[in-house]
């Protein structure tokens, strides 16, 4: 494999983890790097499909280890479609949420056991890993906040469908958030804990400064708004 770079940005509800991707993405294209911006579940037209099953509000509630299975199918279309040619070709993948979402989401929010989240990871992926991922952290009660408002602001479109995790309730979230402080805790050399309740200026130029101590690419700081 040639040196392609995979980061992973993870974290709650409203974090502003999807406003970071598309300013990361624009920095590092524009400081002339080759890199593609990509999402779990999907990121693939077979793993977009996936995601469908999984979001859409009339999509009815699979038993939690049925989802987790369909996750890590869509997980591997990813990988074998997008994620593992292009870090092949020498490309950059940013990733809004990969494995930890699963490790997090469907491990200490939904109860099902860490070592069967292990075990399909080893199966749909193998040794491979992120070489940075990203945790944002912020207070459930205000993630929530900010992420009531964006959908009331999008509520026309596709998104306003995607709520089936939004409506968990707070204490589904203080576990969530637990879950990324563990994760991050357990893989110190691979996770970055970014303090999301910091304006996106100074949260974007703190991930720049990582990726340039990290791999030597300095972005160009993109501006947002
Ligand atoms: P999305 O609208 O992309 O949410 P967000 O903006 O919060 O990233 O929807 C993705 C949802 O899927 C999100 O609520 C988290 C959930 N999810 C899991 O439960 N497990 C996973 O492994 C992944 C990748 C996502």
């Given at each position: 494999?040639?040196?392609?770079?995979?980061?992973?940005?993870?974290?709650?509800?409203?974090?502003?983890?999807?406003?970071?991707?598309?300013?990361?993405?624009?920095?590092?294209?524009?400081?002339?790097?080759?890199?593609?911006?990509?999402?779990?579940?999907?990121?693939?037209?077979?793993?977009?499909?996936?995601?469908?099953?999984?979001?859409?509000?009339?999509?009815?509630?699979?038993?939690?280890?049925?989802?987790?299975?369909?996750?890590?199918?869509?997980?591997?279309?990813?990988?074998?479609?997008?994620?593992?040619?292009?870090?092949?070709?020498?490309?950059?993948?940013?990733?809004?949420?990969?494995?930890?979402?699963?490790?997090?989401?469907?491990?200490?929010?939904?109860?099902?056991?860490?070592?069967?989240?292990?075990?399909?990871?080893?199966?749909?992926?193998?040794?491979?890993?992120?070489?940075?991922?990203?945790?944002?952290?912020?207070?459930?009660?205000?993630?929530?906040?900010r992420?009531m408002k964006h959908?009331k602001a999008?509520?026309?479109?596709?998104?306003?469908?995607?709520?089936?995790?939004?409506?968990?309730?707070?204490?589904?979230?203080?576990?969530?958030?637990?879950?990324?402080?563990?994760?991050?805790?357990?893989?110190?050399?691979?996770?970055?804990?970014?303090?999301?309740?910091?304006?996106?200026?100074?949260?974007?130029?703190?991930?720049?400064?990582?990726?340039?101590?990290?791999?030597?690419?300095?972005?160009?700081?993109?501006?947002?708004?």
């Open positions: 494999m040639k040196n392609g770079v995979f980061i992973t940005l993870e974290g709650g509800e409203g974090s502003g983890k999807s406003t970071q991707i598309r300013l990361l993405h624009q920095a590092l294209s524009d400081a002339g790097t080759d890199v593609l911006m990509s999402r779990e579940p999907g990121g693939t037209p077979q793993a977009e499909r996936i995601r469908t099953l999984l979001l859409q509000r009339d999509s009815g509630s699979f038993d939690p280890l049925t989802e987790a299975m369909l996750l890590f199918a869509a997980r591997r279309e990813h990988l074998v479609d997008k994620i593992w040619p292009a870090i092949e070709k020498g490309q950059w993948v940013l990733s809004d949420r990969f494995a930890d979402s699963s490790r997090v989401l469907q491990g200490y929010g939904m109860g099902l056991d860490m070592q069967v989240i292990e075990s399909l990871y080893q199966m749909v992926a193998g040794e491979f890993q992120p070489n940075l991922t990203f945790i944002f952290d912020i207070d459930p009660e205000m993630g929530i906040g992420s959908l999008t509520s026309n479109s596709t998104e306003a469908t995607e709520d089936r995790y939004e409506r968990m309730g707070l204490s589904f979230h203080q576990r969530l958030r637990t879950g990324f402080l563990e994760i991050a805790k357990k893989f110190p050399d691979r996770c970055v804990m970014i303090d999301a309740t910091q304006d996106v200026q100074f949260v974007h130029q703190r991930m720049l400064e990582v990726i340039f101590s990290r791999f030597g690419v300095r972005g160009k700081e993109a501006r947002y708004g």
